[in-house]
């Protein structure tokens, strides 16, 4: 396997942790440090994509000062 051409391919990962609606005016108004309510509590699993495909579920993990996503799931064909 040539690992320098999987260096070079390029994958863009989105985490979904919930769902909102809301108008383009309020979001506007919105400053740094907002807050957003989701649909989603706190323990409830994300949703993983690469590039646009759900690929895997998750769990959000904080360390000290960062935040995470630990795989809890990989997603199946027929689950898509």
Do not use: F
Request: net charge negative; with cysteine.
């Amino acid at each position: 396997m040539n690992l320098e051409a999987m260096n070079r391919v390029m994958v863009g990962i989105t985490v979904v942790l919930g769902r909102t609606h809301m108008p383009v005016r309020q979001l506007l108004k919105m400053g740094r440090g907002a807050v957003i309510d989701l649909d989603a509590k706190h323990e409830d699993e994300c949703w993983i994509y690469a590039n646009g495909e759900l690929i895997a579920r998750g769990e959000i993990m904080i360390v000290g000062e960062r935040i995470g996503v630990s795989v809890t799931r990989m997603m199946s064909q027929l689950e898509v």
